[in-house]
C-alpha cells in the first residue's frame, strides 16, 4: 500500500445501482413513480443521465403521457446530446439495462429514499465546504452564518423545502379542504385562540400567518397573548413563547393563576390557605406535559429567535410562536444604522418570513405611541403602531387591546379653591364612570388581510390577569 494512498480524493455517496433499478421500476410501471413523487426529485440522482431519465418519466407521468422503455429509447436516441450515454452502450441497450435491474413496486418507496439519502450526503459534503469558504471569509457576522448553515442543512433533510410551485387546480382544493375542515369543526380552519368571538372576528390563526397584536403599557397584550398561546397547547399544538420582557416564572405564575382561578399576587405572596394549594396543584396536573417552550432571554436579535424556533420545532411540530414584543428585539447594527423605523421594519419582515419558514402563524405583540394618551378618546387606530408601516403591510391581522378602566385607575384630586361640594361630585362622577367600565376590554380588530374589521367585547380579570368572552 503506498503512503499516498491516503491521500486519494474520496468519492461522494451514491447509489447507482439504486438509481437503475428504481428507473427500471418507472419504465416497467409508472405506477412506481408515484411511490417516490412526494420526496424524490432529479436532481437527487448522482448520475446526470440516470436525473434527466427520471425528469422525463416524471413530465411524461404528468401530463398523461406514456413513460416506458419504447418511448424512452426514441426520447434518448433523438437528443442532440446524446443524452449522456455511455460511450459503449446505445439509447436501446441502456434502456434494456435499467428494465433488467427493475424492483418492484413494492420497493420503489426504500430504493427512491437511499437515492435521497445518498444526495443529502453529497448536499452535506457541499455544505461544509461551502461554509468553510464563507467563514475564512469574514464578511458575514457569525450569527447571519449560524442561521444560513441551519438553514441549508435542513433543507436537505426536508422532503418539501424543494418541492415545486402547485398549480391553481391544487391551491383550490386546499382551499376547498380548509372550508370543509372548517364546516367539521364548526369554527375556523385555522389554531383557534381559545376565544369564539375572536375567531369569528379573525377567522383563527392560520399557516404562514403574521397577527400582531399591540397596547399600550398596562393594557393586558402580554396576558391575552400568553392565554391565546396556552390555549393552542391545549388544543395540541406545539408552541414557542419567546418572552423578552417577562420570565418564564411570571408566564408560569399567570398559567396557574388563570388555571386554578387563583389570584396572581396570592400565588406570588405564599398565601396558599383554604384549599388554594390543592387548586394550584390540580392546575399544574393540568397544564403539565403541554408541549409549549418558553424562551426568556432578553435582547434576543432576530436571529437568535430563529435559532430558537428550530431548537422548539425539533421538540415538537410548531403551530404557533408567540413574540413578546416587537419594539424590544435588538435590532442588527447596520439596520439600526438606517434609523429605527427602518429597524422595525425590518424585523416585522423577518417575522413574517419566520411564520412561512416554519410553516406556523407568528402571534407578535407591539407597543403603541405615546399620542394616544393625549386624545379625549384614548382608543388606538393603525396609526398608533410606532414605526407603523411595514408593521402594518406585513401583518395579516393588527388588534388592539383597550381597556378603559386603565385611564380611570387614580381618583381625581381636589384643586386649589375647589369647594367640597364640587370635588365631592367630580369623584362620585369618577366612581359612577369607573364601575360602569370596570372589567370591560376591547379588542380592536383593526386590518384583517382576508375579512372584517371590528371590535370584539372581552372582560378582564384583574387578580388572574387573565381575559374571558365578554357575556352576550
Avoid at 442543512?153 to 370543509?180: H, K, N, Q, W, Y
Wanted: charged letters at 25%; a negative charge; glycine letters at 10%.
Amino acid at each position: 500500500m503506498s503512503a499516498l494512498d491516503g491521500l486519494a480524493p474520496r468519492r461522494p455517496p451514491a447509489n447507482l445501482e439504486a438509481e437503475q433499478a428504481l428507473l427500471g421500476a418507472i419504465l416497467a410501471n409508472p405506477r412506481a413513480h408515484g411511490a417516490v413523487a412526494q420526496f424524490l426529485r432529479a436532481e437527487h440522482f448522482a448520475d446526470p443521465l440516470h436525473g434527466r431519465i427520471y425528469a422525463e418519466c416524471e413530465r411524461r407521468i404528468l401530463v398523461g403521457r406514456v413513460a416506458d422503455g419504447v418511448s424512452l429509447r426514441v426520447w434518448i436516441e433523438a437528443d442532440p446530446d446524446g443524452a449522456g450515454i455511455p460511450a459503449n452502450e446505445t439509447g436501446a441497450t441502456y434502456i434494456a439495462q435499467l428494465l433488467a435491474s427493475h424492483v418492484g413496486i413494492g420497493n420503489a418507496c426504500e430504493y427512491g429514499r437511499v437515492i435521497r439519502e445518498a444526495w443529502q450526503r453529497r448536499r452535506l459534503i457541499e455544505i461544509g465546504e461551502e461554509l468553510a469558504t464563507r467563514a475564512y471569509g469574514q464578511e458575514e457576522p457569525s450569527d447571519e452564518l449560524l442561521i444560513a448553515s441551519l438553514a441549508m442543512i435542513e433543507s436537505a433533510f426536508d422532503a418539501e423545502s424543494d418541492r415545486p410551485g402547485v398549480t391553481l387546480d391544487v391551491a383550490m382544493d386546499t382551499a376547498l379542504r380548509a372550508a370543509d375542515e372548517a364546516a367539521r369543526k364548526q369554527g375556523p380552519a385555522g389554531i383557534s385562540t381559545g376565544f369564539r368571538a375572536i375567531d369569528d372576528q379573525i377567522d383563527g390563526l392560520e399557516p404562514d400567518s403574521l397577527h400582531v397584536l399591540a397596547g399600550r403599557p398596562g393594557m393586558g397584550k402580554s396576558s391575552l397573548g400568553w392565554q391565546i398561546a396556552v390555549a393552542a397547547a391545549r388544543a395540541g399544538q406545539g408552541v414557542l413563547a419567546v418572552s423578552l420582557e417577562m420570565s418564564a416564572t411570571e408566564l408560569g405564575r399567570r398559567a396557574l393563576s388563570a388555571a386554578a382561578g387563583v389570584p396572581v399576587r396570592h400565588i406570588k405572596r405564599g398565601y396558599l390557605g383554604g384549599g388554594t394549594a390543592e387548586c394550584l396543584v390540580q392546575a399544574r396536573r393540568e397544564l403539565g406535559e403541554l408541549p409549549l417552550t418558553i424562551e426568556d432571554g432578553s435582547g434576543l436579535a432576530m436571529a437568535q429567535i430563529d435559532l430558537k424556533a428550530r431548537g422548539a420545532r425539533r421538540r415538537h411540530k410548531l403551530g404557533l410562536i408567540l413574540v413578546d414584543h416587537l419594539h424590544i428585539i435588538r435590532p442588527e447594527d447596520r439596520d439600526l444604522r438606517q434609523g429605527a423605523t427602518w429597524a422595525v421594519g425590518r424585523i416585522s419582515g423577518a417575522m413574517k418570513r419566520l411564520a412561512k419558514q416554519h410553516r406556523c402563524p407568528v402571534l407578535l405583540l407591539a407597543q403603541l405611541n405615546r399620542g394616544v394618551e393625549a386624545r379625549e378618546d384614548k382608543r388606538p387606530g393603525l396609526s398608533d403602531l410606532r414605526q407603523a408601516g411595514d408593521i402594518e403591510q406585513d401583518a395579516d391581522t393588527v388588534s388592539f387591546l383597550y381597556r378603559p378602566e386603565y385611564y380611570l385607575r387614580d381618583a381625581p384630586e381636589r384643586r386649589e379653591a375647589e369647594s367640597s361640594e364640587r370635588f365631592e361630585g367630580r369623584l362620585a362622577d369618577w366612581h359612577g364612570r369607573r364601575e360602569q367600565v370596570r372589567g370591560k376590554a376591547e379588542l380592536i380588530v383593526a386590518k384583517v388581510r382576508d375579512g372584517a374589521t371590528g371590535i370584539v367585547p372581552l372582560r378582564f380579570h384583574a387578580e388572574t390577569a387573565s381575559f374571558s368572552e365578554a357575556p352576550q
